[in-house]
């Protein structure tokens, strides 16, 4: 019984410690933000309630963006190799064939309105910077307009099947512009002199990220990086719930790669110490019964 | 040489050359301990298989990790982590280890004090037991480089520019310490050669010699009893286990420690595969960047409290800035559980709750070591510098009056 009060006194002792210097610690260290927005609720230019006709989307695409973006999957190649297209506009404008799948609708369609805003970059692309963001501004057309380009995009991206090479897919087209991810032996495909000239640092490799931030503070992150770092020149991306789950998946495949063999392997060796303590306990009991 | 003859045996054979029997007898079978203990004295053999673990684990890591700036952060958390087999086992057996082996040290230290186990004719023990603080203390900062991630970098920087606070030498003595004028290439190498050589060989000389301490003032008891050991020893000897006030080390103590072990064991497995970011900081999985200095930066867990001894000063006393005062206070701090058997005036060897006065002090203590241990990671900002400043005042005045406490106990309990 009284072993019982000394181990009851110790839990108590390093529980006060622990509570203090791990969660205590961290939620002053990083207090909570608002939680992530899926549905860019605050992005209300465009009413995409409005139903888009894929014929004249295609008209509208063919017409404004195909001369900077490529659309593969719509069979719209590329229009120049990646470097020269980074030192054109700064940054590889994207592949548009996976926007109709892991760009939100609603995101999407207010983005041609406005980039800038979309992305929550005022802060970067002020009229004081002299700075502009390559891609304009279509706030010139009707919201009935932007709503057909979105129906045609997301009519011409392709079906993808769920796993890990769809989710290193969503990786690339959403992240794979600017950032490494080194174990994957995955490079930005802008390359890093105009990227860094772009966004004024080099992003970061995201190889460890899933470790160093985790997945709670990405989730948070890649929602809207402005939340949880005022001021960075990353974009909010404007990715759905489930393209941005397929990112933080795809790191943690790259990142911590060994998860699964550590969580089994954990129970079995923890059943196995188990069998070892209650023997101990047993062979202790028989050799201090002769004492005691 | 003496004359050999034949022996019938294998163990005989042994026994001609080695002497095992007998050496047996003198380290387990014979070896006595105090049967009145709790479980608090299977630390140190906690600490002994701990110790072991992170040996073998070193050994292991020791393959693929890579002493270089370009290549440690990689050869950790790519090739370790990610490419070789099992390779990620042994550097959560080494962190979660690492980080563990303290809480133990800090219990074992804590039952000492408490137990009054420093004192008549223990004060080796306690001082060979400091000098294996001091050392895995070191031991432990010098691994914590190794990684060279963001918190490697910082906490590096920071605790190496403490000595830069020591008069006249400090400078040169900080530039002397990390083989360059910043924390670089240089400094990982030489903290390297240290962690998996010099200071797990002085590890090993202080066990040693810890142990041999042990041997003639023997290991305490609960009540802080003093008795006979030869007299309880021959009891046991002629049969009389139940009466005896002893029991051998082999099998009895070591029984009741595996158990204890064992059920240690299974929360460190526990750690080590499911909760490990307290030993592992995410921050850590950054590599190291000079020119990006971390939101927050703070030691491992268990420097904390020390370290927010020497932060707690942070406004000039008397014409001494406040960082000349947290470096002093500091130093003291690190110091002072050396003397701790010579600051403790009272002759009375009990549990401290069965002391008057002694009690008060041990719970002010460790209450003040959490405080100090929480503050320690918080940002010292605000109300935060003020407990941190008074807690670091107690902590010194705890012990400066000490002597002046167990002294009026002394006198109360006349000499028991
Ligand atoms: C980290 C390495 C250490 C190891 C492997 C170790 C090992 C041991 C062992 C095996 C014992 C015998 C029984 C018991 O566990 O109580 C012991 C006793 C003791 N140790 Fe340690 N120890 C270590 C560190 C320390 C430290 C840091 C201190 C305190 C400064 C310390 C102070 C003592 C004292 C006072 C005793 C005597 C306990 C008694 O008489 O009841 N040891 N140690």
Redesign the pocket.
Known sequence: MKEFKILAVIVTLVGITYYGIEPYAHHVMHPEVAPADFSFKTLKNVDTTLAGNVENGKVLVEANCIACHAIDAAGYPQMMPNADAAASYGVVPPDLSSAGRIYDKNYLANFIYDPVTAMHLEGKYTPESGKAFPMPAYNWMSPQEIMDIVTYLQSVTPKVTEGKEANKATFEAACGRCHDMKYAGIQATTPKDNLKAYMGATPPDLSQYIKSRGEHYLHSFINDPQVLLHGTSMPRVGLTEKAQEEVIAYMETIGDSKKAERETLGLWVMLYTLIFAILAWLWKRKIWSEVH | MAEFKKADSMLEWFDQRLGVVNFVKVMMTEYWIPKNINF??????L??VL?TFLIVSGIFLLMYYKPDVNMAFDSVNYTIMQEVAYGWLFRHIHAVGASV?FLV?YV??F??IY?G??KKG?EM??VS??L??VL?SAEGFSGYMLPWGQMSYWAAYVITEIFGGIPFIGDELVVWIRGNFYVSDSTLTRFFMLHVLLIPLAILGA?VF??YA?RFPH???EEGEFFDFDEEAEKYLAGNKKESKVVPFWPVFLSKDFFVLGFFMLFFFYLVFFHYNFAMDPVNFDKADGLKTPAHIYPEWYFLWSYEVLRGFFFEIAGVSGKDLGLIAFGIANAI?FVMPWLDRSPMVKPANQRPYFKYWFWFLMADLIVLTVYGKLPPTGANAWVGFASSMTFLVLFAALPFITKAEAKKVGGK
């Open positions: 608090l004295w299977a630390m140190g053999v600490l002994t110790f082996v040290i074992h230290m039952t000492g137990y186990s420093y223990r023990i306690w037991g400091m294996l603080f895995f066990i810890h142990f042990l290991v305490n008891n559980f």
